[in-house]
């Protein structure tokens, strides 16, 4: 199996790329992320560009401990960096290295493929992580039976339309590969779909 780090560099490139191909107003578009625009997104991706481990375990305690209030204050705090430096870190060696705490390369990937999602599903432009990232992604979700983010999968048949790639049994949910990404990560798509809370 390839190395799922090697798809993590890939894939904030190419948002970076598409990002810096777009007009600037974008960055003020929202995001499948309830309440967070397109630059709170870019903000959170590219966190651990920025801190360090120590500056990390500093805000962390900082929010008592609660990493989606960590989340939410440095996306809020950092969304208003200049455009440039949000992009310079998006194609940061060291956040293309990075790796979340007992997360290894496939939270890595997770963390990078989701985030982009919200950005491009959000402005209606293709996928920028590789196909195979986004199977992968797949397999890490239902593996967990969609437990990460708080969906029930029971009696859920997915389907991918643009691989082979498939899951579970019973009510049919079709869509492309990073759609599903999207809702086995409690977002809902531009269409209203949703998969069930568990």
């Not at 496939?106 to 432009?125: E, N």
């Not at 991918?160 to 579970?168: E, I, K, M, N």
């Amino acid at each position: 199996m390839t190395d799922r780090q090697s798809w993590v560099a890939p894939t904030y490139n190419g948002l970076a790329d598409l990002l810096t191909a777009m007009a600037v107003d974008t960055w003020d578009a929202p995001s499948l992320c309830e309440k967070w625009l397109v630059r709170h997104v870019v903000a959170h991706m590219t966190m651990p560009a920025r801190l360090t481990p120590e500056q990390f375990g500093a805000e962390m305690a900082a929010a008592g401990g609660d990493f989606t209030v960590l989340s939410d204050t440095v996306a809020t705090r950092d969304a208003s960096l200049p455009v440039a430096d949000l992009l310079d870190q998006l194609r940061s060696p060291r956040l293309h290295a990075w790796q979340p705490p007992g997360g290894g390369a496939a939270g890595a990937l997770s963390h990078a493929v989701i985030h982009s999602l919200d950005v491009t599903i959000a402005l209606d432009r293709p996928a920028v992580a590789p196909a195979e990232a986004a199977t992968a992604v797949l397999d890490q979700l239902t593996a967990a039976s969609g437990t990460g983010f708080g969906v029930d999968l029971t009696g859920v048949r997915l389907e991918a339309a643009d691989t082979d790639w498939s899951w579970g049994n019973g009510q049919l949910v079709r869509a492309d590969s990073g759609s599903l990404v999207a809702l086995l990560s409690g977002r809902a798509l531009p269409d209203g779909r949703t998969l069930p809370r568990g």
